[in-house]
């Protein structure tokens, strides 16, 4: 039933390259105030100015709001999505997901400090936050060496999940302090998530770090199918299971705190879609991971339009929306493939 | 591809697991390292596929040190498959052989024609072709273990090491993986395994090392390691080998632990053949001291008897019973408390075993088994029967069945009031 043979993992690409297309266009129509789809495609093949030579109102909510947004999900959605699989990947563990080794709370923690003490600047927030994260994952893998520099995935994730809480106390405990102010409300959006905050700045930082991230997670994506054998498995296929692991795990963090530096915690994409993809595609790595990344983006662009449109004109915090879009399908897919965890 | 261990010694947190290990292994040998739990045998085999490194000495393949090879360099001669490997995800059993290609292949090349060959005539050999499009977490441990034997294979070693391959695997199983291995010793494979199973070690193996706390107690072939006195040393137990002549090898049994008898109850004597005395022997030896005869050794319940510790009165087989062999038997029943006579088939041959029985003139407690059935085993046309109904006509106590035999026993030699039957 499960076959994957090369003319169908080529269809699914074909199709998520489509919905990608697809999803760029509709990104950028959909929202509160209406943009013919004429106007989007010209400005998104370059010709974006009206007929008198000076800009539009829709060439300037184009440029300035939603494309930046629209590619903000793109990148986030695909830096979450194809950590998530890679963690999953690495840990040998449907259930994992990039934030489990501490980066959220860690991310939240440094945003929440940035907040706080009233920093402003287009990149401090950003800059806090990937601190934070950073610094949570770098205890933790501090805490999981072994002799012989090994380190134990278990312990990795154990050492996650505390170090997470030991973080995620301190945040409670910058809430507490803010508590009636709106830098309050700032810290618990944030935390939420949300791609609003979208600029060129943070597209022109972030661009470089998804894409030759993602480049290198899909490099090493065999070895992830080796270390499905287990580490000694692995080995015995002249994978060096340490050195991928590091590689893997460094880079998948990179990944995840800068697209939490600039979308906050945004939940559910990096767990559910790696999973949705593997029972669309299959378990090898090397197709599992490039279908994850443009599945995530598309995924998040989506939520992020429903995140905008169904309460006009407030906005919802996207992680709300991932998560009631993300957690029925996944039960659906669930119980109908009758998946094995 | 020849493995040379020289002077190999580890420790694990500074607990010394391997001591002076020095081996050789040729070309297209199948090399057995046995030994009771927790010898070193897996970390042994560790130590020579490089996934740990000796803290002293080293491992060769052919002429180059393991430890100075790379991880990808070891994996296209060597690979192994260890004890208990669990798969992450549904992969396919195909996908899960096809990997077995990765040390030959580039990062992202589709498989060439070699490739696919290769991988079919490894499922081919392991015989999981059938199941290929099944993923192996649903598979049972035998199609499992079959599954990592056939990527094993795909991988085309030159050496090949098998933690336990056979552990928790049904007899058919364990045989199948064995074959499967010989036969690719032919092209010449070289096969390293752990065993626990010290028959199919000295059914498959060329050779054999016995491992004993971390150091090598013996090398060399099957009969020369395992001997009784070897196998008692390392794994503290009592063991009989014997030649199994249907596959030609050893086979070697475990002598279950028995408490000595402090004081017997009495002196029996018990007259049996053709494996009629096995469970009568079992039945009585931890209360009386026993004696059999008059046997050869080509019997099993010579065997049994041998390993009871009784007293067992010989002649040579495929011939009637010598008069000297006649007296000696004769004098050991005149010297015990009782004579049981076994339900065993009489010929020619060992007629004159009843006729000794019948010599004791009743001075001695005679027991006989199922009497009413001797026609059934009587091949002296009447004259077992006859001698059989003399005997219990003079008094010997007919028995049905074991338990009756020792509760007739016990009371007999518990009383002291002997012979009242």
Redesign the interface.
């Given at each position: 039933m499960?076959?994957s043979p090369r003319g169908y993992r080529r269809r699914v690409f074909v199709i998520l390259l489509a919905l990608a297309a697809v999803t760029l266009v509709a990104g950028v129509i959909v929202g509160p105030v209406y943009i013919p789809i004429s106007d989007a495609f010209s400005y998104l093949i370059g010709r974006g100015t009206s007929a008198d030579g000076s800009p539009s109102v829709s060439y300037l909510i184009i440029s300035q709001i939603r494309l930046p947004r629209v590619l903000l999900g793109l990148l986030v959605g695909c830096a979450l999505a194809i950590s998530g699989g890679t963690m999953q990947?690495l840990f040998?563990?449907?259930l994992a997901s990039p934030y489990v080794l501490g980066i959220a709370s860690g991310a939240s923690t440094g945003a929440s400090l940035i907040i706080l003490l009233n920093l402003h600047g287009v990149l401090f927030l950003s800059l806090g936050a990937f601190i934070g994260g950073s610094l949570a994952v770098g205890i933790v893998y501090q805490l999981a060496q072994e002799r012989d520099r090994k380190t134990s995935v278990y312990t990795l994730i154990l050492a996650g999940v505390a170090v997470g809480a030991l973080f995620s106390a301190v945040t409670s405990f910058i809430i507490f302090l803010s508590s009636g102010t709106e830098r309050m409300t700032d810290v618990i959006f944030w935390i939420m998530g949300g791609l609003g905050r979208a600029n060129w700045t943070y597209l022109y930082v972030l661009t470089p770090i998804v894409a030759l991230g993602s480049v290198i997670l899909i490099?090493f994506s065999?070895d992830l199918?080796?270390?499905?054998?287990?580490e000694?498995?692995a080995?015995?296929?002249?994978?060096?299971p340490e050195t991928s692991k590091r590689i893997m795990l460094g880079v998948a963090t990179l990944l995840t705190s800068s697209a939490v530096a600039f979308a906050g915690t945004i939940g559910f994409v990096g767990l559910i879609i790696p999973h949705i993809m593997?029972l669309i595609i299959?378990?090898?790595h090397?197709f599992l991971l490039p279908a994850t990344a443009i599945a995530g983006a598309v995924f998040l662009v989506w939520a992020d339009m429903v995140a905008r449109t169904v309460v006009q004109p407030a906005e919802l915090p996207v992680g709300i929306i991932t998560a009631f879009l993300g957690a029925p399908f996944f039960l659906y897919l669930l119980k109908t493939k009758k998946?094995?965890m | 591809m020849d493995i040379t261990i020289k002077g190999l010694h580890f420790s694990y947190n500074g607990k010394p697991v391997l001591e002076e290990i020095s081996l050789s292994i040729q070309k297209g040998e199948i090399f057995a390292i046995v030994g009771p739990n927790g010898s070193g045998k897996t970390t042994l085999l560790k130590n020579i596929s490089g996934v740990l490194t000796p803290d002293a000495g080293a491992v060769y393949l052919d002429m180059k040190r393991v430890t100075d090879l790379s991880t990808r360099d070891i994996a296209r001669h060597l690979t192994a498959v260890e004890q208990e490997r669990e798969v992450g995800f549904d992969f396919t059993v195909r996908e899960v052989v096809a990997m077995g290609r990765i040390p030959h292949q580039g990062r992202f090349a589709r498989e060439t024609q070699k490739d696919k060959q290769k991988i079919r005539e490894a499922m081919e050999l392991a015989n999981v072709t059938s199941f290929a499009n099944r993923p192996i977490r649903e598979l049972s441990g035998g199609e499992k273990q079959r599954t990592f034997l056939a990527m094993a294979l795909s991988q085309e070693p030159k050496v090949l090491l098998l933690d336990e391959p056979t552990t928790h695997l049904d007899i058919n199983y364990q045989i199948q993986i064995m074959e499967i291995v010989r036969q690719q010793t032919r092209t010449g494979l070289t096969v390293l395994m752990a065993l626990h199973d010290l028959n199919l070690a000295a059914q498959y193996a060329d050779r054999v090392a016995l491992l004993h706390r971390g150091r090598l107690l013996a090398i060399g072939e099957p009969k020369e390691v395992l001997t009784p006195s070897n196998i008692r040393r390392a794994f503290e137990t009592d063991v009989v080998v014997g030649h199994n002549p249907l596959t030609n090898s050893l086979y070697i049994n475990t002598v279950p632990y028995r408490r000595k008898v402090s004081t017997p109850l009495g002196k029996v004597h018990v007259i049996c053949g053709g494996g009629s005395g096995v469970a009568v022997l079992h039945a009585l030896a931890d209360r009386f001291s026993l004696s059999v005869g008059v046997i050869s050794p080509l019997d099993s319940d010579f065997q049994a008897a041998q390993r009871l510790g009784a007293k067992i009165v010989i002649d040579a087989p495929f011939a009637p019973i010598s008069p000297k062999a006649y007296k000696e038997n004769l004098d050991t029943m005149r010297s015990s408390d009782g004579v049981v006579i076994c339900d065993t088939p009489f010929g020619p041959g060992n007629l004159p075993n009843l006729r000794a029985a019948l010599e004791l003139e009743n001075k001695v407690n005679i027991y006989v088994l199922n009497p009413e059935e001797i026609e059934k085993r009587d091949y002296t046309e009447g004259q077992a029967a006859q001698l059989v109904r003399q005997l219990v006509r003079s008094g010997a106590v007919p028995i049905s069945s074991i338990k009756e035999l020792k509760r007739c026993l016990a009371v007999d030699y518990c009383s002291t009031d002997r012979g009242v039957n």
């Open positions: 499960r076959r990947g040998r563990n449907p490099v065999r199918n080796a270390l499905a054998m287990g000694e498995g080995f015995h296929l002249g994978i060096n593997r299959g378990p090898d090397r998946a094995r | -």
